[in-house]
């Protein structure tokens, strides 16, 4: 075996006389992006990144200032129906107000679409604002909707249900209820008839559920409300909100529904719940059972038969 150091000197003499790698001497060339760039411009942006060229003008639609009023802090998003305005998005003050400054649309930007994110995440309803005519600078007093959700969908007449959301602080909400048709004459028969409306919050106002569809009431300082749904009837029902702001009313909320089950209907519901909490409890020892059983099968096919040949032989 050779020595260390004979490794050594043969290691050192391949470094010092190996012929080094001759580089490639083609650079790239510094100005093809730029050349590229500017004879097929995509973006404002891709203008900023060329030195030579310096912007005193936006070629486009124009520039337009958008404000108005939504719930406190929450994020307010711009886009338009055409996809050809980018993402904008700002974030209300305490008041509720916000603002986009000096927005620039493109050519034919078609609707631009407004959306509010409340602070615990629900999403309002996207308004539709029509195409804003050429020289139009600004564009104020927009009434966003309010935001709505409740905690429960479907409950049992008497059950107390929870509907809420946000909207701008110290202003006027008006909710408006609608019974859905009851088509099956089963639930027309056990439909229990209307009981005296429950109390309500402070803030709510005279309301009878079985004589009146609308309901008034008003937003805390920080732009939250809440309100008892109906739950004397068994009916479905859909409902939305609007909102009221020095005299300007918002477009409506998103439209929910929840249903008021009868005692038959509950009674049934729960029964629904427990076989398929039933199922899912033995249905892990069901197919072991049929497998099992399946094998017993398989294995009896093999014996019968190994016993007819042996018959057939003697």
């Known amino acids: 075996m050779p020595s260390r150091k004979l490794i050594i000197i043969l290691l050192i003499l391949f470094f010092f006389f190996t012929p080094p790698v001759v580089q490639s001497q083609i650079q790239p060339d510094q100005h093809i992006w730029k050349r590229t760039t500017q004879t097929q411009p995509q973006k404002i942006a891709d203008y900023l990144k060329i030195e030579e060229t310096k912007i005193s003008a936006v070629v486009g639609y124009g520039q337009i200032t958008i404000e108005g009023y939504t719930s406190p802090e929450a994020s307010v998003r711009l886009n338009s129906s055409q996809d050809n305005l980018g993402q904008y998005q700002t974030r209300a003050n305490k008041e509720g107000f916000f603002k986009f400054n000096n927005v620039i649309l493109p050519y034919q930007p078609g609707e631009l679409w407004l959306q509010a994110i409340d602070r615990q995440g629900l999403a309002g309803a996207p308004v539709a604002i029509p195409q804003p005519p050429p020289g139009l600078e600004k564009i104020e007093d927009i009434i966003l909707p309010p935001t709505l959700a409740h905690n429960n969908g479907i409950f049992k007449k008497g059950v ?10 110290n202003s006027q909400i008006e909710i408006y209820f609608f019974e859905s048709p009851i ?4 639930k027309k028969l056990f439909a229990a008839s209307p009981l005296p409306p429950r109390k309500a919050q402070a803030q709510q106002k005279a309301l009878n559920y079985s004589n009146t569809n609308k309901l008034i009431l008003e937003t805390d300082k920080k732009g939250y409300f809440s309100f008892e749904l109906p739950n004397q009837k068994a ?16 477009p409506k909320s998103n439209i929910l529904s929840f249903r008021v089950l009868s005692l038959i209907e509950a009674f049934y519901q ?4 427990l076989a398929d909490k039933f199922l899912a409890l033995i249905l892990p020892f069901l197919q072991d059972l049929l497998f099992w059983i399946f094998l017993e099968i398989v294995v009896l096919a093999i014996l019968i038969k190994n016993n007819s040949k042996r018959t057939t032989i003697n």
């Open 160 to 169: 107390r249900g929870l509907a809420f959301g946000y909207a701008i602080p």
């Open 183 to 186: 088509n099956s004459w089963l």
């Open 235 to 250: 009916q479905s029902f859909r409902y939305y909100a609007g909102n009221v702001f020095r005299e300007n009313y918002s």
């Open 270 to 273: 729960q029964i629904l719940i």
